[in-house]
Structures are given as C-alpha cells and as structure tokens.
T-cell receptor, first 108, second 114 residues
Framework: GQNIDQPTEMTATEGAIVQINCTYQTSGFNGLFWYQQHAGEAPTFLSYNVLDGLEEKGRFSSFLSRSKGYSYLLLKELQMKDSASYLCAALYGQNFVFGPGTRLSVLP | DAGVIQSPRHEVTEMGQEVTLRCKPISGHNSLFWYRQTMMRGLELLIYFNNNVPIDDSGMPEDRFSAKMPNASFSTLKIQPSEPRDSAVYFC????????????FGSGTQLSVL
C-alpha cells in the first residue's frame, strides 16, 4: 500500500509558527499536495510540490524531499481561522492517496 | 464558475434502501473522483473517471456500490442495498486532468443509513 503518515493532532498559539509533517512511500510517487478542511466542509487546495524544495505562498509554505519521502506544511503568523484539518495527499500514477489528516487547534 | 455541485447535501435512509448520490463537475474538467470520508478511515478513493471512462474502481467496497458517468457534466454513485456501515460523507471532486492537477471538491453528501 501507499501509507501516508501525519500527526493526528497539533495545538499552537495565535501568532505562532507551526510545522505539520507528512511521510509517504516513494515508489511511484508523482507529487505531493496539501489541503485544508474546516469542520463540516470540503477540502480546499493549499499547495503542490513535485520538485525538492520549498514553495512559499503567503503565510503558508510547503517543503518536499523526494529522496526521503518527506514533506511539511509550514503555517506562519497563525490565526484563529487556521484551526482546521490539514490533509497531505500523495499522487501515485493517477491516484491521489490522502493521509489521515492533522487536526490543528489555534488557541488565543 | 459554480464549482463542483453535489446533491443531496444530506440523506437519511433505512437499511436496505437504494441511495443515489449525484455530482456535476466543473465545466471543462475531464477527471472526476468519488471519495468517502469517515473518522476511522479518513478520505478514501472509491472510483475515478477520465473523459467519462472509469479508470480505477478498485476502491469500491463491494458490488453494492456502482458509479456511472454518462456524460462530461454528470456522475452518479449508487448504493443498493445500503447498510449502516455505509454512513459517511461522500465527496465528488474534479480536475482538469488526472495528473498533477489539484482537485476541486464538492460540498459532499452526508449519508446516514439507519
């Protein structure tokens, strides 16, 4: 199988920085996506990495190391509205495999 | 664009009944995916289509589940007969192509089988 691993829950303080890690199996890997999902809503796209390195998009950045099968999502200047689940998804061929999601709680 | 449209938003049915979920992808997208999300198993791919053709249905739990895409603007996921363990949120998603393109998700259908 293509197991995707992420921490189940994380807690951080408003204004802080948080890093959410994701590991995946490298065989057949084509790219790595991050999605945000607020409770009761659909997942929405945050970022995409296919090459090694850091992709920055405003307060959110995503990093990929293909050789290590590792990615992280970095959230800066946390806001209360960032409280959500963050889903890591690896693309294998034409198949998106989602991780279990990391539930992030941002505290005042 | 209205985005991916799913109906109904909520469905409550009794065990043994037939359930049909509907999805309209974003116009111009040629790949369509059906996912199921539960607390225990997370987001699982059931089936995906490219240009209206089913490409991989290995995620469909069993013969009680079937999916069709008769044209580029409509797909259905049918469960017959439904069982309580089918209770979940079912998402439809579409993308411009089946590789390296982000998915756009519909609002989902919350299915409860009593």
């Amino acid at each position: 199988g293509q197991n995707i691993d992420q921490p189940t829950e994380m807690t951080a303080t408003e204004g802080a920085i948080v890093q959410i890690n994701c590991t995946y199996q490298t065989s057949g890997f084509n790219g790595l996506f991050w999605y945000q999902q607020h409770a009761g809503e659909a997942p929405t796209f945050l970022s995409y990495n296919v090459l090694d390195g850091l992709e920055e998009k405003g307060r959110f950045s995503s990093f990929l190391s293909r050789s290590k099968g590792y990615s992280y999502l970095l959230l800066k200047e946390l806001q209360m509205k960032d409280s959500a689940s963050y889903l890591c998804a690896a693309l294998y061929g034409q198949n998106f495999v989602f991780g279990p999601g990391t539930r992030l709680s941002v505290l005042p | 664009d209205a985005g991916v449209i799913q109906s109904p938003r909520h469905e409550v049915t009794e065990m043994g009944q037939e359930v049909t979920l509907r999805c309209k992808p974003i116009s111009g997208h040629n790949s369509l995916f059906w996912y199921r999300q539960t607390m225990m198993r997370g987001l699982e791919l059931l089936i995906y289509f490219n240009n209206n053709v089913p490409i991989d249905d290995s995620g469909m739990p069993e013969d009680r589940f079937s999916a069709k895409m008769p044209n580029a603007s409509f797909s259905t996921l049918k469960i017959q007969p439904s069982e309580p363990r089918d209770s979940a949120v079912y998402f439809c998603a579409s993308s411009f192509s089946w590789t390296n393109e982000k998915l756009f998700f519909g609002s989902g259908t919350q299915l409860s089988v009593l």
